[in-house]
């Protein structure tokens, strides 16, 4: 997540208010509200002028796993690799796999979906459950985006036993019980039906980031799930899999994801469903519209950029940044390893982001040198957040300020040295000099330290970006690069910590950092 250009002032007005475009159509409806909507749409076999999506079986329990089964149960999710990576997919074949199927119909503001789940215990201790996170269930959050809207579980079986899921975390989380305790290195297959409103954004887009009941983590050493809840913006805690997805929309709209679109199928009846597939992933990201795209490439990587039709946006320009950021990235801290990255160009009254692993959604007030820098961050958080993955609510610096910094490095190579000294500024010093004024608080404290959004927002992103800077003066620009070459290579797919930071740094440079990272409070998370 990255917000820029707004003053102090203008951050509390956001965070204070709820000015979110999307709210004026949202299906105000709790869970427990469900019974009072329109039943979902529902299969049928033969043409129709309703506006139902009914042309697949994407709903019922016994579909398919895959669209297009093969002989090399990994094949599939090879399609996202480039030619170089497709090893990655074996080396991480012991990842959960996701199978989901979802029915997107704006009309109705409802989307139904499925999703089964190879599950393999691999936290080395006996589960007597599994959590599923509900992320569409989290309230709307402090800069107004998200929440009013709810998914619920329509059905849910363990190895094709039916189960009863009991909520949690205010409703932002579903409990599987496990017939027998599952065992460390025993799989489970799971299988969970749900649905959930959908709300436009004011371009009469669809974004559906993290619109599936996604696996919590599992907390190793109080050996029980994940279950953070926060109003912050950033809210998915996850761990990489691998994912095919089948989504159904009426055929005027184009899906955009996570991954890539392997196949397309248009139905008669006005349906398309679109086919994708992943490698590994930290979780999953579609959008849906009516979208004009700019591309290019970096490499052999393909770069688009969406928007709506009618919003104009140069999105040329904004692809050519994400393209050059990608070749920078690639270089200094090593390679992207999927063959695309999508962006999704939404109008806002500032310039901000969210990153979602091949799927960035930037949100901008005018293509300008904040939406530049914006998207050059949000490029930076597929190298830290989605690759090398952390713990976003007790170590948020380790995405946030390495991503901040990371759009300077590209100012720095891309933009000149008057361009990356005024982003430095604007970006970095304006932040950093609110975080001394709030107390000089630590940089490595859990989201749940700092005593409101704003006080995080400068301390991490300005404070934790100038000692990342400081980091590099005291260790050299080669050592500096090398140790983020080794932590990205040491980490990539998984969860890395400040303690993996601390230690690349140290390696590469032969130098003991205790007291520096002490010096600044970036410490190991609680
Ligand atoms: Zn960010």
Request: hydrophobic share 40%.
């Amino acid at each position: 997540m990255k917000h820029l250009l707004i003053s102090t002032l203008l951050l509390l007005l956001i965070a204070c208010s709820s000015p979110a475009p999307q709210q004026e159509a949202v299906l105000l409806s709790t869970p427990t509200q469900v019974a009072t909507v329109t039943t979902p749409p529902t299969r049928t076999s033969t043409p129709t002028t309703t506006p139902a999506p009914q042309p697949t079986a994407t709903v019922t329990p016994t579909a398919t796993v895959t669209a297009t089964p093969t002989p090399d149960p990994l094949a599939v999710y090879a399609a996202d690799m480039r030619p170089a990576f497709v090893d990655d997919i074996a080396a991480h074949a012991n990842l959960p796999r996701y199978a989901l199927q979802m029915q997107v119909d704006p009309a109705a503001g409802l989307l139904a979906g499925r999703v089964q789940i190879t599950f393999p215990n691999t936290t080395g201790t006996p589960l007597p459950d599994v959590a599923l996170r509900l992320y569409p269930n989290f309230a709307r959050d402090l800069l107004g985006k998200s929440g009013g809207i709810w998914m619920e579980i329509t059905d849910s079986s363990i190895d094709g036993q039916p189960v009863t899921a009991s909520y949690l975390a205010q409703d932002t989380a579903i409990l599987l019980p496990l017939p027998d305790p599952l065992q460390p290195g025993e799989t489970t297959h799971l299988n969970v039906g749900f649905r959930a409103a959908m709300t436009p954004w004011s371009d009469g887009t669809w974004p559906l980031p993290s619109y599936y009941p996604m696996l919590a983590v599992h907390d190793p050493a109080n050996e029980t799930w994940r279950l953070d809840v926060t109003e912050f913006p950033d809210r998915v805690f996850s761990e990489s899999a691998l994912y095919t997805a089948e989504i159904t929309v009426p055929a005027h709209l184009t899906v955009v994801t996570s991954g890539q679109i392997t196949d397309t199928q248009a139905w008669d009846t006005g349906y398309t469903t679109y086919y994708a597939s992943t490698g590994p992933v930290r979780q999953f990201a579609l959008t849906v519209g009516d979208f004009a795209v700019a591309e290019t490439s970096a490499a052999d990587v393909q770069v688009r950029v969406y928007q709506a039709r009618a919003n104009g946006y140069d999105i040329q320009t904004i692809a050519q940044v994400a393209a050059d950021a990608l070749s920078v990235f690639a270089q200094r801290f090593g390679a992207y390893p999927y063959r695309e990255l999508d962006l999704h160009l939404l109008p806002y009254t500032f310039d901000g982001g969210d990153e979602y692993p091949g799927l960035i959604f930037v949100y901008t007030d005018g293509i300008d040198a904040g939406a530049r820098y914006v998207t050059a961050h949000e490029v930076a958080h597929q190298w830290w957040f989605a690759l090398v993955g952390n713990d976003i609510y007790r170590e948020p610096w380790l995405d946030e300020a390495f991503a901040q910094y990371s759009g300077i490095i590209y100012a720095e190579e891309h933009a000149g040295s008057v361009v990356a000294e005024a982003d430095w500024e604007r970006e970095v010093l304006q932040r950093y000099r609110g975080a001394l004024a709030d107390g000089d608080l630590p940089v490595g404290w859990a989201i749940s330290d700092y005593p409101n959004f704003n006080v995080y927002y400068r301390t991490v992103y300005g404070k934790g970006a100038v000692f990342l800077r400081t980091l590099r003066t005291v260790v050299g620009d080669e050592a500096f690069f090398a140790a983020l070459q080794s932590y990205y290579q040491s980490h990539r797919y998984g969860v890395a910590t400040t303690r993996d930071v601390q230690h690349a740094f140290e390696t590469a440079s032969g130098q003991d950092l205790d007291s520096l990272f002490g010096e600044w409070g970036v410490r190991q998370g609680s």
